[in-house]
C-alpha cells in the first residue's frame, strides 16, 4: 500500500460530508474522483487523516439548467460532461477544453468540481471557469449554500480561496448566448500532458464587427488561472478581423499576468510567456471564426483537436 | 470454473492498525465481498487480493496505463482508485475477456501486427482497446489515437500498436495459429 494511512467514509448526503469536515482534523479531505489527489497520497506529497467521498451523496450527479446558466454537480464525472448534449449546446467551451484534460481513462473518472477544487497549474476547466464567469455553489455547516465566482477563489498566486471546512457541492456556468464565439487552446509536451499553457476565450462582435464584449482567461503561465482584463479593454471596440489587434491584445495579455511566470522541469517562464502569446491568438482566433452562430464547431477554427 | 455469484476468496490481511472498511462489487462477473484497509489501491486489490495479476503496476501514478481496467463500461487506471472507492460498480479486467489457453481475436491481431515485444503494457492496452470496440470507434476516428495516448509503450513506437488496434476496429478475424495450443 502506498499512501500513508487514512481513515475513509461514504457520505451520506452533502450536510453530513460537512459535518464530518467540521469534526475532524484540518488535513481530513473531500474525494470526489481522486485522479489528482490519489497519486498525491500515493506519492505521499500530502497526507490526510480522512477522505469524504462525496460521490454517493444524493443530488450531486446532476446537471440542471436556467435561463442563463448551466450548473454542474460536485459528482459529475467528466467524461460524462464531454458528452453531454446539453453542455455542448451552451457550454461548448466546456465540452472543448475536457477533451483537453489528461486522457480518456483519466476523465472516466475524474469530476468537473474536483478540478475546479482541486486548481492544478494548468488545469482547463478552472481556465474555463473563469471565461465563463463561473460561480462556485458552497456548502457550510450550517446548511447554507453560499455563491463565490470563480474570479475570487482564484485571486491568489497558489491554493484557492475557498473557505475551509465547506463543499463545492456544484458549479454553474454562464450560458453561451446565441451570437458569442468561443475558442480554447493548448500547449502541450506531448498529448495528455498537463497544459504548459492555456486560454480560453469568449466573443461577441457587433453588426460592424467590432467587438461587444470579450473574455480572456489563461492557465499554466502562473500557478492558478487569471482572467487578462487589461488585454480584454484593449480590444473592445476593436475591429476584430484585424489580425493585428489579436496580436497586440495577446501580448497584453501575456505581459499582465498578476503573479511571477512558472518554471518548472518541462518549460521555463520565459517559453510560457511565449506560448502564452500563441494561446491567446488561437483562442481569439477560433472565437472569432464562431461568431454569429448557433453551431458548435463552426469551419474557420484553428485548433480542432485531433 | 466457480459459479458467476461465488465470492472470491479474500487474502488474509494482517492487520497493521489500519481503518478498513467493507466493499461489494462484481469483478468479472462474479459477486466479490470483502473488508480491506482504506488505504489500499484498486490495482493492489485486483493483484493481490483476487490474483487478477494480468494487469501491471508500473508508474503508480496515473501516467502510464499498463493497470487499466474497465469500470462501468469505461476505462480507468486502478492504481490512482482507492478499493473502496469501487463500492458498488462493475470491473472488468483482461482475465475477464480472455479466452484461457489461447489467444482472443485483439491479441492475435497484436501477435500479428508485432504490436508488442516486452509485453507489460499489453494487458492495459487490451482494456482499452475492448472498450473501443463496444462503442465501435471506427477505425479511422480521429478518437483512437487519443485513446492510445492514454498508454505509454517502450518497445514498439506505436506504430504497430496503432495498425493493430485499426484492424480490430475493422472486424478483422484471423484464425487460429496451430502452435497456440501447443
Known amino acids: 500500500m502506498k499512501p500513508a494511512r487514512f481513515k475513509y467514509i461514504r457520505a451520506e448526503t452533502a450536510d453530513?460530508?460537512?459535518?464530518?469536515?467540521?469534526?475532524?482534523?484540518?488535513?481530513?479531505?473531500?474525494?470526489?474522483?481522486?485522479?489528482?489527489?490519489?497519486?498525491?497520497?500515493?506519492?505521499?506529497?500530502?497526507?490526510?487523516?480522512?477522505?469524504?467521498?462525496?460521490?454517493?451523496?444524493?443530488?450531486?450527479?446532476?446537471?440542471?439548467?436556467?435561463?442563463?446558466?448551466?450548473?454542474?454537480?460536485?459528482?459529475?464525472?467528466?467524461?460524462?460532461?464531454?458528452?453531454?448534449?446539453?453542455?455542448?449546446?451552451?457550454?461548448?467551451?466546456?465540452?472543448?477544453?475536457?477533451?483537453?484534460?489528461?486522457?480518456?481513462?483519466?476523465?472516466?473518472?475524474?469530476?468537473?468540481?474536483?478540478?475546479?477544487?482541486?486548481?492544478?497549474?494548468?488545469g482547463e476547466v478552472p481556465v474555463v471557469s473563469l471565461a465563463a464567469d463561473a460561480q462556485f455553489n458552497i456548502l457550510s455547516r450550517s446548511g447554507v449554500v453560499h455563491r463565490m465566482s470563480a474570479k475570487d477563489v482564484y485571486a491568489t498566486e497558489t491554493g484557492t480561496r475557498l473557505p475551509p471546512r465547506t463543499l463545492i457541492v456544484s458549479a454553474s456556468f454562464r450560458k453561451r448566448a446565441a451570437d458569442e464565439g468561443w475558442g480554447f487552446s493548448e500547449v502541450q509536451l506531448r498529448r495528455g500532458h498537463v497544459a504548459l499553457v492555456c486560454c480560453a476565450a469568449t466573443l461577441v462582435v457587433d453588426q460592424n464587427g467590432r467587438v461587444d464584449s470579450v473574455s480572456i482567461a489563461i492557465g499554466g503561465l502562473t500557478a492558478n488561472p487569471f482572467r487578462a482584463g487589461r488585454a480584454e479593454k484593449a480590444l473592445l471596440g476593436d475591429a476584430i478581423a484585424d489580425d493585428a489587434i489579436i496580436s497586440d491584445a495577446a501580448r497584453i495579455a501575456s505581459d499582465e499576468r498578476p503573479w511571477p511566470a512558472r518554471t518548472d522541469p518541462h518549460a521555463t517562464g520565459a517559453f510560457r510567456s511565449k506560448a502564452t502569446v500563441a494561446a491567446v491568438i488561437r483562442a481569439l482566433t477560433d472565437a472569432r471564426a464562431r461568431c454569429s452562430t448557433n453551431r458548435p464547431g463552426q469551419i474557420g477554427a484553428t485548433n480542432e483537436r485531433a | 470454473m466457480s459459479a458467476p455469484d461465488a465470492p472470491f476468496q479474500n487474502a488474509t490481511w494482517e492487520n497493521s492498525g489500519d481503518s478498513q472498511t467493507a466493499l461489494r462489487l462484481i469483478v468479472n462477473e462474479k459477486q466479490v465481498h470483502a473488508l480491506v484497509p482504506d488505504r489500499l489501491l484498486l490495482s493492489d486489490f485486483l493483484r493481490d487480493y483476487l490474483g487478477l495479476t494480468a494487469l501491471k503496476v508500473s508508474c503508480g501514478e496515473g501516467?502510464?496505463?499498463?493497470?487499466?481496467?474497465?469500470?462501468?463500461?469505461?476505462?480507468?487506471?486502478?492504481?490512482?482508485?482507492?478499493?473502496?472507492?469501487?463500492?458498488?460498480?462493475?470491473?472488468?479486467?483482461?482475465?475477464?475477456?480472455?479466452?484461457?489457453?489461447?489467444?482472443?481475436?485483439?491479441?492475435?491481431?497484436?501477435?500479428?501486427?508485432?504490436?508488442?515485444?516486452?509485453?507489460?503494457?499489453?494487458?492495459?492496452?487490451?482494456?482499452?482497446?475492448?472498450?473501443?470496440?463496444?462503442?465501435?470507434?471506427?477505425?479511422?476516428?480521429?478518437?483512437?489515437?487519443?485513446?492510445?495516448?492514454?498508454?505509454?509503450?517502450?518497445?514498439?513506437?506505436?506504430?504497430?500498436?496503432?495498425?493493430?488496434?485499426?484492424?480490430?476496429?475493422?472486424?478483422?478475424?484471423?484464425?487460429?495459429?496451430?502452435?497456440?495450443?501447443?
Open chain 1, 16 to 122: 453530513h460530508a460537512v459535518e464530518q469536515l467540521c469534526s475532524a482534523d484540518s488535513s481530513a479531505r473531500i474525494l470526489a474522483g481522486g485522479q489528482s489527489l490519489i497519486p498525491a497520497l500515493s506519492a505521499r506529497i500530502i497526507t490526510a487523516s480522512l477522505l469524504l467521498d462525496i460521490m454517493r451523496c444524493p443530488g450531486l450527479d446532476t446537471v440542471s439548467q436556467t435561463k442563463d446558466e448551466i450548473t454542474i454537480g460536485a459528482a459529475c464525472r467528466q467524461s460524462r460532461m464531454e458528452a453531454n448534449a446539453m453542455i455542448q449546446e451552451s457550454i461548448p467551451l466546456l465540452s472543448e477544453a475536457l477533451g483537453w484534460v489528461a486522457m480518456p481513462q483519466v476523465r472516466s473518472r475524474g469530476t468537473v468540481v474536483g478540478c475546479l477544487a482541486q486548481a492544478n497549474a494548468g
Open chain 2, 63 to 182: 501516467a502510464c496505463g499498463s493497470c487499466t481496467v474497465v469500470v462501468d463500461g469505461e476505462p480507468a487506471r486502478s492504481c490512482t482508485l482507492l478499493a473502496v472507492q469501487m463500492d458498488g460498480t462493475r470491473i472488468v479486467t483482461l482475465e475477464g475477456i480472455n479466452v484461457p489457453q489461447r489467444l482472443n481475436q485483439v491479441q492475435r491481431l497484436f501477435q500479428d501486427s508485432h504490436a508488442l515485444q516486452c509485453g507489460y503494457c499489453t494487458p492495459g492496452l487490451l482494456m482499452t482497446v475492448h472498450c473501443m470496440m463496444e462503442r465501435g470507434l471506427a477505425p479511422d476516428s480521429d478518437k483512437v489515437g487519443h485513446y492510445l495516448s492514454g498508454h505509454l509503450c517502450r518497445c514498439t513506437g506505436y506504430r504497430n500498436i496503432l495498425t493493430a488496434v485499426r484492424r480490430a476496429l475493422a472486424g478483422e478475424i484471423l484464425p487460429e495459429k496451430s502452435e497456440e495450443n501447443g
